[in-house]
């Protein structure tokens, strides 16, 4: 299957995804107050930064091995490997799940049903997150985005039931369909079995996926745990309703992954694969096509996110959210940089070599940059100065990797990407001085002027990437050869 179709394939469910979290967001946000709302999204929060400290590194090593095995057309091995990561998923999710747990009750004061809630939702995302990528390592993107959907379904319909019939177990509708993902997913792992030398028996090489699985956690853990971890900081220097804002803000700018995630997704393993198989050339122009793309397509996007950034909020929570606007537009800024950094994280971690520990090692650079513009910054600004701490993290965790492999791969990106960062900060600024106009009443014909102009602006970018992507043809190449 192709990266192309892999990736509209993932787009759609993680849709799916992206649309569990916020609606199930919105309905608690409607249905409690703003400091109930700022608890429930600690507690996931929390759960998910404990989900990070392995299964997130053994997530990211299976989709490495498994496709770096396949790709070197050694099916038993990647049994092995798949089997190895598995039986760690397995042993280190509930642990971590009772760390969480032991955590939230301690910290919140929680019941012990509450506290079973974070358990279970720990456990359940930290083993879900390496079946996922399970599935992509052996190429059943098709099967996961069917599975994804249903659960994700059925993780919506649970919070609708949780608020209709007025419980108060929020977490539990998202750890049900985790469970349940894992379920399916493993069902479908056992049916992959069968394909030809899969049977075989083979010894994986223990200590390199592991040390992989280790670093990858630590990087993992810097970088998304960072975005997660940023929703406990605004807890300890912000008043409630801005913990409130930041949870919102926060579960906002999820859908603005839906891209890079399916790009990381499919393209990760389709990167291990090609190095497996010695090419090279074929990892340089994925990433160098990849970047580009997410560089253009983002400036439409985030222009008109920065114009609506007030109304999100009060769609989302209710019109005391609309304060949170710039908050929102600082998460937008330090998404736009997670997003342009996938491509070359995948890149270096893709290879088999010491690149591999690159995107570990600028993930805890940027986190600890964050960490202390939030020491300074926190206490005199709360959320505001939590926020401007993501985005420098975020500035450094990008600048590094995409510096090495644009020097590296001598990559055609400076102009696209200076003339996407233009548009946001001018987007960002102009929607900063409407706000402060009283001109925010207009938010959507002002959104869509915002876009197409930015588009406009992208024209030249998106052109050179067709005649990038466009196929040649015999004539051509012949008079390219001359």
């Known amino acids: 299957m192709s990266i192309a179709r892999t990736g509209l394939l993932t787009v759609f469910a993680l849709i799916a995804v992206g649309l569990t979290r916020l609606v199930h967001g919105s309905l608690v946000s409607h249905a409690t107050d703003r400091v109930t709302y700022g608890l429930v999204g600690s507690l996931i929060a929390l759960s998910t930064v404990a989900s990070l400290m392995l299964p997130g590194g053994l997530s990211s090593a299976m989709a490495k091995y498994v496709a770096l095995e396949r790709g070197a057309g050694r099916p038993a091995a990647a049994r092995a490997v798949h089997r190895l990561l598995t039986r760690w998923s397995m042993a280190s999710g509930p642990l971590l799940g009772l760390a969480a747990a032991g955590i939230a009750a301690v910290v919140w004061d929680l019941s012990r049903a509450e506290a079973f809630a974070v358990w279970l939702l720990t456990a359940s995302y930290s083993i879900y997150s390496v079946d996922k990528s399970a599935l992509y390592g052996f190429g059943r993107s098709g099967a996961y985005a069917i599975l994804e959907v249903a659960t994700s379904s059925l993780a ?30 493993r069902l479908l792992l056992r049916a992959a079995a069968d394909e030809p030398g ?57 859908p603005l992954y839906f891209l890079p995630r399916a790009l990381g997704l499919a393209l990760f393993p389709a990167m291990a694969a090609a190095y497996g198989a010695g090419d090279h050339e074929a990892v340089r122009r994925q990433g160098d096509v990849s970047t580009r793309a997410l560089a253009t397509l983002q400036a439409p996007v985030f222009a008109a996110a920065a114009l609506l950034a007030p109304w999100l909020l ?31 994280i995948n890149a270096l971690a893709s290879d088999a070599g010491r690149r591999a520990r690159i995107p570990a090692a600028a993930a805890v650079t940027g986190c600890l940059t964050g960490l202390l513009v939030v020491a300074v910054l926190g206490a005199p600004l709360g959320a505001t100065g939590v926020a401007l701490g993501y985005l420098a993290g975020s500035a450094v965790t990008a600048a590094i990797p995409m510096v090495v492999v644009w020097r590296a791969e001598r990559m055609p990106w400076a102009g696209t990407l200076a003339r996407s960062c233009a548009v946001l900060v001018t987007a960002s600024l102009t929607a900063t001085t409407v706000d402060a106009a009283g001109r925010s009443a207009w938010p959507v014909p002002l959104a869509v002027v915002a876009a197409l102009l930015a588009a406009a602006v992208m024209i030249p970018d998106a052109r050179a990437l067709l005649r990038v992507l466009r196929p040649r043809t015999p004539s051509a190449a012949v008079r390219e050869s001359r």
């Not at 919506?156 to 177990?169: K, R």
């Not at 537009?329 to 342009?340: E, I, S």
């Open 314 to 344: 009060v769609v989302f929570g209710g019109a005391e959210y609309a304060a949170g606007a710039d908050v929102l537009r600082l998460m937008l800024a330090a998404t736009w940089l997670g997003v342009l950094q996938v491509p070359s």
């Open 198 to 254: 899969a049977t075989a028996q083979a010894d994986p090489a223990v200590r390199p996926v592991l040390v992989y699985a280790v670093v990858a956690s630590v990087g993992t853990l810097a970088g998304q745990g960072f975005l997660q971890g940023t929703q406990l900081l605004a807890g300890w220097f912000a008043r409630p309703e801005e913990v409130a804002w930041f949870a919102a803000s926060v579960a906002l700018v999820a």
């Open 156 to 185: 919506i319909l649970a919070t609708v039931a949780t608020v209709v019939f007025g419980g108060t177990a929020y977490l539990l509708p998202l750890a049900v369909g985790y469970a349940v993902f894992v379920l399916g997913a």
